[in-house]
């Protein structure tokens, strides 16, 4: 029988897991979370984590930062007077210094753990059901526990396609494509996503030719459409191989490599030969397991947790949080979820605000944005302004030899409240976090642009766009 009752119990470690876990303790509550991931780890147990911190996030940007220095150094010192010789690349210890960098952190999360009192458990989580109390009886491993409240934040992974087995050595999804040892002289990808276009951008970098295909028939349709014909335009340049509206028909493996035939958007048949290939086409959510068909735990047609606004299911006291929910596949998504849950059950007013959630994209330039695009606020009528600034047009990107790039802020032309921010060039994901403050609390573009910006520093291209939306811009 079960004999340890905690006041929460969270099933998965990742982002949003983690996080809730750390929240709930600090607000007094017994806590513990529990984690059955697979991911190799030195000692041989389960890494917490997550995708994000093991196969995601972290490893992806230790790789783009590795490839940026080295096509800097191959294409830009000179041109600022650098001499270095030409640079090679060891591609196995650029592995090993991202594999590091995961150790470090995931161990470090176990350190919060401890720092926090959060019980970890080493295990798959599961509904067993309810004590005669409202409780819920709870198997981890080969345990079970009581909870008061349990919070489900299993996360996602990586869809396949049908008739493509990922092997993780040939065909790869984002678990092959982070350890990849050895530069591909020729490397194609299965869709134009955030993780097609990172990882395109890490071996085009060191010198991979890399042609992506796109089911879609729009490139990035998620982002505002300037941002996506500026972001084509760029990576274009840069060697990457972009096809849209494309049909992938089948894909062969053999000693050379792999074969893929596809047909393009005009209906002809193609043929593209390389070395590896990575298949990049969406996640979907973690549920298998959980016994939720046994506790009639409510799921929606894509499967993914039904949740309501403050993410509670169907179930007295369970929530569930982050990939394995509606919104955004994001990592900071889950986190604020979890923070939020946690409030809750505290007896706290947490909220999770959905409609600014920022997007960025790691490529150089980076892309991010926050709120609407003008296309999506067109198609609903609303009345809007526009101002948009270049990179080309400020001091501190021109001294980067940062230039290409723009920010695109959009407000409603009769209340001037800020409705979208949309930004491609260097720092990106940094710059964007002011406009997430801005419009968390309401705010015009007015305020924005009678904010002093220190000079010089890129956030002043923010500023300037905020002052074009009413026509007076004072460097552009």
Known sequence: MPNTLFDVLVIGGGPGGYVAAIRA?????KTACCESNPYADPKGEPRLGGTCLNVGCIPSKALLHTSHLFEEATHSFAA?????????????????????????????????????????LAGHGSFVGQDGQGNWQMQVGDKQYIARHVILATGSSPRHLPGIPVDNELICD????????SVPKKLAII??????????????????????????????????QDIAKEARKLFTRQGLTIHTGCKVDAVKTSKKGVAIAWTNKDGKAATLEADRLIVSVGRQPNTAGLNADEVRLATNERGQIEVNEYCQTNLPNVWAIGDVVRGPMLAHKASEEGVMVAERIAGQAGHCNLALIPSVVYTSPEIAWVGQTEQALKAAGVAIKVGKIPYLANGRALGMDARDGFVKTIACAQTDRILGVHIIGANASELIAEAVVAMEFGASSEDIARICHAHPTLSEVLHESALACDGRALHF
């Open 191 to 224: 869709g134009a996503g955030v993780i097609g276009l990172e990882m395109g951008s890490v071996w085009r970098r060191l010198g991979a030719e890399v042609t992506i295909l796109e089911a879609l028939p729009d490139f990035l349709a998620a982002a505002d």
């Open 174 to 181: 984002n678990v092959g494509a982070l350890r990849i040892s």
């Open 80 to 120: 600022q007077g650098i001499g270095v010789g030409k640079p090679k690349i060891d591609a196995s210890k650029m592995i090993a210094r991202k594999d590091a960098i995961v150790n470090q952190l995931t161990t470090g999360i176990k350190g919060l753990f401890k720092k926090n009192k959060v019980t970890f």
């Open 25 to 29: 303790a600090q607000l007094g509550l």
